[in-house]
């Protein structure tokens, strides 16, 4: 390419226009003016010219008439549309047909002025350039060639009339310095443009030492486009129990723009093997997404499992097991006014298939569930309509499988009456602030499980009932179809408008009113001799529930004036709100919901009555509620001047408390108990480098001496203590160092993606620019054992953090101690080190499930990701990608 442009430069030159130009210099005078002067020279398009040819020299430009030659001296160039050439010396010869570009040495002896030839993006440096334009041959010495993230160093180049490239004695690599750390060194290379790139034997070279890494030849193919097909280099290791191995090895296939497919497999010493298809597609502005197929063999000997249940069973495995998995996610661009489908899809034939699978990450293997869904979503335009269409399924790891196909959303949002009255003008009548909601579920529930009946009535059993759960077979239909659940829930939402009352409350009422369709209700009768429940099944069932609450709030402010040197004013914001609820007790005869069953005598002889729901599920709860909520939160922050002010006049917030707040409920129809329990929470940032939050929960009920929870408030019992304390938590987190905070750790080029990790050992992107960074955290929890059960209480401390040794080593640490316990619960020391145009990395983990070291050195650029040299060693045994 680069001959070819040459070509098109000289011949675009026209000798007799040089010369003409040269003839109108000869008259003039040199002086040492002359010598810094630029000499240029445009000629207007003619012939093939497409556009101005310039060309000048800092120092003169000659002509030798009679051997028809032109020299350009000191930063001599050539501009043709977007090709350049630069040199300090070009030489064009019209009797011999070539172009000549050197450097030239400086009174040092330095060669000064190396030529550049740049085409748009393209750039080519080299000692010297020599070019015939006739036979369109050329020969260029010591050039270097940037591809991407590539430097092409080549000690001679030569090219034909058939624009094929041959390079001798070259070196390919991505270390950007004039004399590399490292190169793949080949003798002759041949690139055919567009098309391939050949050559003869080659080998690593590291540090100017020739390894034995290398092959007998290279093919690499150079297609139009950035996306081509090639093989895909595996990596290689050692696992505990499956032996060596070579790693997600196979070929790339890009199919077209659109799709691209990768082909890998694993193979093990020890028998194993794994094969992976994973299709991706991307159509720009509409979707992307990706298919994948998992197919996996682990083998794992019943004299491993043995020995591993016999020390500590860490990284205990099953036996040797064959499962596939099937994967599929799709998003499409959000678009305006259109429908979104959307896919995530996660499907295994075992449920341990993740955590055997090489291809799993951390996170999949510790997973006690997968979920898949496939949803459909639409707003209506110009309406207050949308509706959702999903197909869902859960695979738990026990091998219960639920699904829901299909579950349909339909809802309308809150619309005000005016709009629809009066077509979106309101008059001011009072009943125009009315709003209406409503919202409508529909789905049909699938279970692989049935569950034993006395799990699901009240825990009493039934007659010819399932003593105990059952599975069925996905084969089994029609079993599987009486086993489904089906049901439709609608709901109302009804506000009634905001007023204002005594000008600063707000007043909010509101009314609820909800229904449910379901395919199956249940009518009882006990069974004295069998001392068990005869069940009766309808094949409808219908049940609702309604409400009514209001709400009142307002807004208090306090401020208190200070004056001080930095400080001007404390601010306090109280926001008090009370509430009020009303909901029948559903549990009465009149609703049907519920039937009052006697269940036989107790010891004393007294018949014995229990309340059981004709429905398995969806019915209101029992009991009268008629209730008054209250909550009370407050905001406190400082003004402050702002630093660096010299007028006095510019300030800033501080805030000391972002929120402290006290919430609670009290039902008057309850027969005890009245009072809930009482939540206490607050949360703050001090000096915008510590995160302070805390929650609480409070009981104000006594308890008796077996623990058991009586209905005697705590403020009537001896001493002053008005609650007990249930639950607390506190969580302190902190980030010392503002400049980790401020800077965006991220780096496209080398994080890998969020869907494709994470190896506990895999090295991660290091910011060298950050000298150094420390976090901690502290978690304190406590949980009040129920009855005579002991307490709980959790208390630990996080340290993470980094620190430059140099401007090329970093060492970074995370720990997590147990104060309870009194142990290091985990921890991880990394060390890295920036090698130019290499990374090593090692990592150390001493405690836990991961527990292990992982020590690789790789190069850098990511077109070289597969040069890396890695030695680990893991706990769990199975290797990691």
């Not at 940037?146 to 390079?167: L, M, P, R, T």
């Not at 799709?259 to 994973?278: F, K, P």
């Not at 919430?663 to 009482?678: D, P, T, V």
Request: positive net charge; hydrophobic residues 35%; charged residues 20%.
């Amino acid at each position: 390419m680069i001959f070819l442009l040459l070509l098109q430069l000289a011949v675009l030159i026209p000798f007799d226009a040089a010369a003409q130009f040269v003839r109108a210099r000869q008259s003039r005078v040199t002086s040492p003016q002359d010598t810094v002067a630029q000499d240029s020279l445009k000629l207007a398009p003619t012939g093939d010219i497409e556009t101005t040819i310039k060309y000048s020299a800092r120092d003169s430009i000659q002509l030798e008439a009679n051997t028809k030659v032109v020299h350009l001296y000191g930063e001599a160039k050539i501009n043709y549309g977007t090709m350049n050439l630069e040199a300090a010396y070009i030489r064009i010869d019209y009797a011999e047909n070539t172009l000549t570009a050197t450097s030239l040495p400086d009174s040092a002896g330095k060669d000064i002025g190396v030529p550049i030839f740049a085409d748009g993006a393209e750039s080519y440096q080299a000692k010297r350039i020599v070019y015939n334009f006739k036979t369109k041959r050329g020969r260029i010495a010591e050039v270097v060639t940037q591809q991407g993230e590539g430097f092409i160093h080549s000690e001679i180049v030569k090219k034909n009339e058939h624009n094929e490239i041959f390079g001798f004695h070259n070196k390919y690599t991505t270390c950007n310095l004039a004399h590399p750390h490292f190169y793949i060194s080949a003798g002759k290379i041949k690139a055919i443009p567009k098309d391939k790139v050949m050559s003869g034997p080659f080998n690593l070279v590291i540090g100017d030492i020739p390894t034995p890494l290398g092959f007998l030849f290279g093919l690499f193919p150079t297609p139009k486009n950035n996306r081509s097909s090639g093989v895909i280099v595996p990596s290689f290791g050692e696992s505990r129990t499956q032996g060596f191995y070579l790693n997600n090895g196979g070929y790339y296939l890009a199919l077209n723009d659109y799709i691209g497919t990768t082909i890998t497999g694993s193979i093990y010493s020890l028998g194993g093997y794994n094969i992976r298809v994973n299709n991706d597609y991307r159509k720009r502005y509409s979707y992307q997404g990706s298919f994948t197929f998992d197919y996996n063999y682990f083998k794992n000997d019943i004299t491993d499992i043995e020995q591993s249940r016999a020390t500590d069973g860490v990284g205990l495995l099953p036996p040797s097991t064959r499962s596939f998995g099937v994967t599929w996610n799709h998003a499409p661009v959000p678009k305006p006014g259109q429908g979104r489908f959307t896919a995530s899809v996660d499907i295994h034939s075992d449920p341990i298939h993740n955590r055997v699978s090489s291809n799993s990450t951390t996170a999949q293997r510790l997973e006690a569930s997968v979920n898949s869904s496939i949803s459909y979503q639409k707003n209506i335009q110009n309406s207050p309509f949308s509706y959702t269409v999903k197909l869902r399924q859960s695979q738990q790891a026990n091998g219960t499988m639920n699904l829901v196909l299909p579950d349909i959303n339909f809802g309308m949002s809150s619309v005000g009456l005016y709009e629809v009255l009066s077509g979106n003008a309101p008059t001011g009548k009072w009943y125009e602030n009315f709003t209406l909601g409503y919202s409508l579920n529909a789905s049909n529930q699938i279970s692989n499980i049935i569950p034993a009946s006395s799990s699901q009535f009240g825990a009493l059993p039934v007659v010819g009932g399932a003593t105990r759960s059952d599975t069925i077979r996905f084969g089994d239909v029609q079993r599987l179809w009486e086993n489904g659940r089906r049901s439709a829930n609608h709901s109302f939402q009804i506000g009634l408008g905001n007023y204002k009352i005594f000008k600063y409350f707000n007043l909010s009422p509101s009314v609820s009113y909800a229904e449910r369709w379901l395919d199956r209700k249940y009518s009882f009768t006990y069974n004295p001799d069998l001392k068990a429940l005869d069940v009766d099944t309808a094949k409808f069932g219908r049940v609702y529930d309604y409400s009514a609450s209001a709400s009142l709030s307002t807004t208090i402010y306090g401020t208190v004036r200070v004056g001080g040197k930095r400080v001007e004013a404390i601010r306090h914001l109280v926001r008090p709100s009370i509430s009020y609820r009303y909901q029948p007790d559903f549990g009465d005869p009149f609703f049907g919901f519920y039937q009052n069953l006697y269940v036989g005598d107790n010891p004393k002889g007294e018949p014995v009555y229990r309340q059981i729901s004709r429905f398995e599920s969806g019915a209101p709860g029992l009991g009268l509620t008629s209730g008054l909520g209250f909550s009370l939160s407050n905001n406190l922050e400082m003004k402050v001047k702002a630093k660096g002010d010299t007028t006095g006049k510019q300030f800033e917030k501080v805030s000391l408390i972002d929120n402290l707040g006290i919430s609670g409920s009290y039902n008057f129809a309850a027969e005890a108990f009245k009072l809930s329990n009482i939540s206490v929470n607050m949360n703050t940032r001090l000096f915008k480098v510590v995160n302070f939050n805390f929650f609480s929960t409070f009981d104000p009920y006594q308890v008796d001496s077996a623990g058991t929870r009586i209905d005697r408030y705590m403020l009537k019992g001896p001493g002053f203590k008005p609650a007990r304390l249930l639950n607390a938590g506190l969580n302190v987190t902190a980030n010392l160092n503002p400049q980790a905070r401020r800077t965006d750790t991220s780096n496209p080029g080398t994080v890998p993606d969020l869907g494709q990790d994470q190896n506990p050992f895999e090295p991660d992107y290091v910011d060298f620019k950050i000298p150094w960074s420390l976090s901690f955290g502290y978690t304190l929890n406590f949980n009040r054992g129920t009855g005579n059960q002991p307490n709980n209480i959790n208390n630990t401390v996080d340290v993470n953090g980094d620190v430059n040794l140099t401007d090329k080593w970093k060492i970074g640490y995370r720990a997590h101690y147990d104060l309870v316990a009194q142990q290091i619960a985990s921890a991880a020391l990394n060390i890295h080190r920036d090698l130019h145009c290499w990374d090593m990395s090692i990592s150390w983990t001493p405690f836990g499930y991961t527990r292990g070291y992982n020590i690789t050195i790789n190069a850098r650029s990511a077109l070289l990701r597969d040069l890396r040299l890695t030695k680990r060693s893991s706990a769990s045994g199975i290797n990691y990608r």
